[in-house]
């Protein structure tokens, strides 16, 4: 199931339509029937501005720029269609019209020239559109692939996600995720690489595996912060020893015990958003510090502070995308107006009425990556196993390799395990 409009994903992480898209680019921009009713019109008033002006002044040999502008909005088969009756048409009057053998040879000649290079034109732009549609659906599988897939559950939160690459040529953006089951509790990361591009992705891989394995690892949410830093500090080197840029990271670093407070280490990134009992809220998280990747600018130590996450809450973190989506007047996203609104929610409509408002305000034109967690607070009475009833976890959360499928026949589920069977990134 691959649904656009509210944030679901194909389970094996693609991006939906990738192949479409790459047809797409082939397909003309005017329908069939609307270019040869245009066509025709358009050689009918060239005729006869052609016949009212006699022997002072040709139109007819004007009509070879044709090729050349549906070489910008049609398809090549178009393109060839249109070339070949625009030379019948400007054959067929040079053939009537007076003038030397040579007037009618060099008139001929120009004639089939500008139409093939209309046709070449067009070929040229096809498989330019083409190559750039298979680098941009190549780099946003690969970030993709990166990313886990959600809903998750774990012992303390269940985990659903919205995710929208921005998918534009060198604008793929950066922006990442994970949720790890740890020793120590669970441990949720959200944040965005600076930058865009390939190189932003390789920053923000470099990120989610260094916090795979640290969350593990790290007895403390400051260990695993201290991991990531060291983590981003290594590509830099790498990048910097390569030709590339050297990237920061911002990022918001959250811990989740069996007690009723979340633990969280705030990198520069936009604080959470809490939803409880009809009400909605920022946290206040009152120190934030420089970005990964960036400590030896500062001399403060990054520490923690906490908050309250009580039971049947629902904790919100999205990054930039969301909060800078613009309207058609250059007006920000109002987060915190519009999810006042969506209190009443459960995690998985909060997220689908999150994107389709951010669409319907954005005009669907998106600046940035969006991505966006809704972490819902288990009560002491839910366990692991009922809570991901839908769906089956397995693999090395370290290396990411995770596989999802249905629970087997007779598995206890509650009502809400058709949400489950979904991947919702």
Known sequence: MAQKRNGIRDRDGAAPGADGGIAAVSQSRIGNWALVGGLALLTVLVVILDIS????LRVVPLLVVVPALASVFCSLRQTIWIAVWITTVVVG????????????????????????????????????ATEMARLRSAAVTLQRQILRPLPVGTD?????????????????GGDIYEVVESPYGTRVIIGDVQGKGLAAIGAGFAAIAAFREAAIREPTLTGVVGALED????????????GEAERFVTALVLGFDEGGRVEAVNCGHLPPR??????SSAVTLH?????????????????????????GATL??????????????????????????????GPRELLDALHVDLEDFSGGVRRDDVAALALLRTTADVTRRPAVAGVAILGDTASGAVLTGAPAPGA???AGESEWRIAAV
């Open 156 to 172: 303390h939160v269940v985990a659903h996600g919205l995710y929208e690459p921005i998918e534009e040529d060198r604008f793929v």
């Open 274 to 279: 809490l939803l409880h009992e009809g009400r």
């Open 412 to 414: 206890a589920a509650d």
């Open 93 to 128: 009057f040079r053939a009537g019209a007076d003038g030397t053998f040579w007037d009618f040879v060099f008139g001929i000649g120009f004639a089939v020239l500008a139409c093939a290079l209309g046709v070449a034109a067009c070929a040229a732009r096809i498989r330019h």
């Open 53 to 56: 002006t006699g022997n002072d």
């Open 316 to 345: 919100l973190v999205v990054t930039d995308g969301v909060t800078e989506a613009r309207d058609a007047a250059g007006g920000f996203y109002p987060l915190d107006e519009r999810i006042g609104a969506w209190t009443g929610h």
């Open 231 to 242: 983590a981003v500090v290594r590509h830099n080197a790498f990048s910097a020893q390569t």
């Open 287 to 311: 120190r934030t510090y420089v970005p990964l990747g960036l400590a030896g600018l500062s001399r403060e130590t990054r520490t923690t502070e906490s908050f309250d996450f009580p039971p």
